[in-house]
């Protein structure tokens, strides 16, 4: 009795060497196997992937607008833009505009990135326009500062590019727009939308 190499016994190697001969019934053992047995794990799980996500996947939903502006650690899944097209779009959309200013040597600022990694708080920052600003990058962020140039601090626009200066923490008495982790941000900025979003009054 003839057996076949000890190469055939290995899967990967029998797929590798089937699809550069181009046949069909290469390594046929004379039992039944499923397309999937053949196939790298790795593959397979990207097949199943898209399949999955081209049967769910609603044509008449519109696609998730996309970051034109660094994310400077703030979320890559947020669509972040600088602040002069941030203005121009809250106006155009009608739509309030939440800035973050920060820097990259601030420890407050990078306890505060996680947050925006929050799947909620990023549903929720589709209704508005959303800008991100290093300080020390951007120095246009300086004239946001209405109680001072402490770093991290929100602030809210309506979408005529005016400060709100009712949405500030509730939780604080001094540095009224700085925000740590534990503040209810989705909270915030779902106030914003209740008393700005003029697209969804239309």
């Not at 290093?134 to 309506?158: K, V």
Request: with cysteine; net charge neutral; hydrophobic share 35%.
């Amino acid at each position: 009795m003839r057996t076949r190499p000890a190469m055939w016994t290995h899967p990967l190697a029998r797929t590798l060497v089937c699809t550069l001969l181009g046949a069909s019934a290469c390594g046929d053992t004379g039992k039944p196997r499923s397309a999937t047995q053949d196939a790298h794990p790795a593959s397979t799980a990207a097949s199943s992937a898209a399949s999955t996500a081209a049967s769910t996947a609603d044509p008449s939903t519109p696609e998730r607008p996309r970051a034109t502006a660094p994310a400077n650690g703030y979320g890559d899944q947020i669509a972040w833009r600088g602040l002069d097209e941030g203005l121009a779009e809250a106006a155009r959309l009608g739509r309030p505009l939440m800035l973050v200013v920060h820097a990259g040597w601030c420890p407050r600022c990078r306890e505060l990135k996680q947050r925006f990694f929050d799947p909620t708080l990023a549903q929720a920052s589709e209704r508005l326009v959303m800008v991100n600003l290093d300080q020390d990058q951007s120095p246009e962020a300086l004239r946001h500062g209405p109680d001072g140039q402490y770093i991290p601090r929100i602030l809210f626009f309506d979408p005529q590019g005016r400060l709100d200066p009712e949405l500030q923490n509730p939780g604080r008495g001094k540095y009224k727009y700085f925000y740590t982790p534990q503040d209810d941000l989705v909270a915030i900025m779902q106030q914003a939308l209740d008393r700005h979003d003029q697209a969804a009054k239309l």
